[in-house]
């Protein structure tokens, strides 16, 4: 099913408002990412256990279902889209993929601590990318949330992970120093931050300079003009690209572009992601639903040579949302009994839904069914 179905409200003449908030999710981005070039990307729902294990860094969670197939093979159902997009993709010089996709992932959830089956949405971008392609998914990453909102209301913050290494890497060079300092950004830690830096003796101008990144989020110009005096050496080149997103941004106008922020508490792998890192979040539910970035390291660890930047959208997570906002399940309770002439409580029955109405008939009016009007077959006859 393809963007070329949807027409307004129906889908295949269905009422958009018969469906879950991630049913609806799902057609509506499908609509979107069509429309710029993106192709539906289907893959197996599993992979050799192999690629996962070489690559658990790059999970969510180590903990993967695996079974044996018929020629002996361990094979594990999938974790993660990413990994077998790249992995049974090919480089092309000057030419990129662009994919998009729906697939259910097999991780363990954070709450019951059991597996759980998981629906993804999102897109990758592999190839020649430039400044076009990381604006390009920016803005669908913004506008996917916009679309999957309730009301429209979201925010999409973004991070440059170079600028933040740039930076830490120059006060202190040591792997702990800088994985831990990056840690307590991202958890917006100043009191560990300051433990730390003590720690390893660094100066109180250096310390604050790491804090720019805990107290600077927001409207991005303001964040920029924060961040500029402390981009010094291998941090100015990725200064020069945030600002260069910022303005491409702007300058697509979009209504929504106050809604794309700067935040460098998000920092994802830095094992596998370079540069751009984001995250996003809809009204009506805590958790982020949207995660993406650039991750040209991923590329090189799997013995790709191009680049690639992609986001996934949780849309199991829209299971929070109300999908009946007016509290009915049906419109009319249809009550009837057992001398009622069944075929004209159905002839009654087609006739409300004809003027447009959900019905019910039931023998009883002790039902659990929420509706806005009860009707008594053979009133006022």
Known sequence: MTGENYRGEEIFGIDKKLLKSEEKAVFDLRSLYKKYGYLPYN?????????????????????????NDTNGKLMALKPDVTLSIIKNGEDEAGSKQKVYYNENVYRVSETTKRYKEIMQTGLECIGDIDDYDVTEVILLAAESLEKISPNGDFVLEISHLG????????????????????????????????????????????????????????????????????????????????????????????????????????????????SIAFRGFIDGISDGVLSGGRYDKLMKKMGRKSSAIGFAVYTHLLEQLRTEKDGFDVDVLLVYDDVDDKSEVRNEVEKIISSGKTVSAQKTENTTLRYREKIVFGEGK
Not at 43 to 51: D, T, W
Not at 245 to 250: A, K, V
């Open 163 to 274: 600028i933040l290494l740039g930076v830490v890497e120059q006060i202190n060079g040591s792997e702990n120093f800088i994985k831990r300092a990056t840690e307590f950004v991202s958890m917006k830690n100043m009191h560990d931050l300051k433990r730390l830096c003590d720690e390893y003796e660094v100066s109180e101008e250096d310390y604050e300079k790491i804090c720019v990144f805990i107290t600077s989020y927001g409207e991005r110009k303001k964040v920029l003009e924060n961040l500029k005096d402390i981009c010094k050496g291998s941090a100015e080149e990725s200064y020069a690209q945030l600002c260069e997103l910022s303005s491409m941004i702007d300058s697509a106008q979009r209504k929504f572009s106050d809604r794309i922020i700067f935040d460098f508490s998000v920092v994802n792998d830095m094992n596998y992601y370079n």
């Open 43 to 67: 893959m197996s729902k599993f992979e050799e256990y192999e690629l996962y294990i070489r690559n658990k860094d790059f999970l969510v969670s180590d903990r993967i279902i695996t079974f």
